[in-house]
């Protein structure tokens, strides 16, 4: 989900400042997760040594896996799917 929706379902907005601190340093921490998946990804495809033909077609596929991803989330947070992404991706 998108930080606006996700802070709207989870009534964020009717939290008081320590809990949106806490909330803020999860969704921080979640977003720094998945850079660091996408480095590591990067890293081991040879992402920099490609052409930028070669990128635009790997950041492509990249952005195609996310949407499935986000789409997964959202119809069944509980699902394969959803909840096993990452490993599946890396098979």
């Known amino acids: 989900m998108i930080t606006s929706e996700k802070k709207l379902k989870g009534g964020y907005d009717a939290l008081d400042a320590e809990a949106k601190k806490v909330w803020d340093e999860k969704k921080k921490a ?24 070669q990128q635009t077609i790997y ?17 069944d947070p509980t699902s394969d799917e959803c909840k096993q992404a990452n490993a599946l991706r890396a098979k």
């Open 30 to 53: 979640s977003d720094l997760k998945k850079v660091a998946r996408d480095d590591l990804e990067k890293t081991a495809n040879g992402f920099a040594k490609m052409t930028p033909e």
């Open 59 to 75: 950041m492509g596929g990249l952005l195609e896996w996310k949407k499935v991803v986000y789409k997964a989330c959202n119809a």
